[in-house]
């Protein structure tokens, strides 16, 4: 029925999708990609959003809250990655020291998991939290992939409020401590924020203030979702 209506819609008034910004007619032209002969999906491209900021900054605690409430599917590169060191595969090992080193694991072994995780998402709505740590990370997805996030979102949260969630996790993970805190900050601001700061030159990045409660945060972030909805359904109507 969505399908049927977004179809519908941009046959419609595509000559007025000029004025709308382009986060919004991505949105439109990704949920129209339809193929099939009635004219509802049969294949169609992945909304893909990216979630970045620095460890700590929250990415997970608000995806969760953007999956429940939005309907996108959860993939997290660090749980990933995770999940394969444990899984005592042949990168187990490699994994679990780049890890401890604060340091980023090599593109292709993260990607590959990535799109196993996309392709059988049950959603064709995807967050991906934690992904593009690097240039390198970022160039090597968008060539494999052959794609561009539809959108990013940005946390932005002090390093010092970073630093005390990150103590007060309780995970037991190996990258929780002091020594590979320090390490994984310093590869935050030297890797991660040129990826941040080539997608805001695109336009695409959304960048929320990361700090105050998880409510008053998704509160910000859910602006940013119920907006894209919003300008969709006036579309259709
Ligand atoms: N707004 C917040 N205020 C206080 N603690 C938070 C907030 N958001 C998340 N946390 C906690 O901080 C820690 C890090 O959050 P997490 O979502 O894992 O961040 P990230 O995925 O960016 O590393 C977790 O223990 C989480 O429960
Ligand atoms: N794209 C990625 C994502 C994570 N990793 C590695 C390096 C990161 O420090 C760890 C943990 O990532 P994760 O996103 O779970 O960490 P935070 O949620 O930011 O605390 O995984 C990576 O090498 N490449
Ligand atoms: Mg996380």
Known sequence: MWRRFAHLSLSISRTKLQSFEPTVLKLINTFSSDSGSDGVASSRKPFITFVLGGPGSGKGTQCERIASTFGFAHLSAGELLREEMSSHSENGELIRNVIKEGKIVPSAITISLIKKAIDSATSDKILIDGFPRS???????????????????????????????????????????????????????????????????????????????????????????????????????
Not at 178 to 187: A, F, G, Q, V
Not at 204 to 220: L, N, P, Q, S
């Open 135 to 237: 240039e390198e990370n970022r160039m090597a997805f968008e060539k494999i992939i052959g794609v561009e996030p539809d959108l990013v979102i940005f946390f932005e949260c002090p390093e010092e409020e970073m630093v005390k969630r990150i103590l007060g996790r309780n995970q037991g993970r190996i990258d929780d401590n002091m020594e590979t805190i320090r390490k994984r900050l310093k590869i935050f601001e030297d890797l991660n924020m040129p990826v941040v700061e080539h997608y805001s030159s695109k336009g695409k990045v959304h960048k929320i203030t990361a700090t105050g409660t998880v409510d008053e945060i998704f509160e910000r972030v859910r602006q940013v979702f119920a907006s894209l909805r919003w300008q969709v359904t006036v579309i259709i109507a």
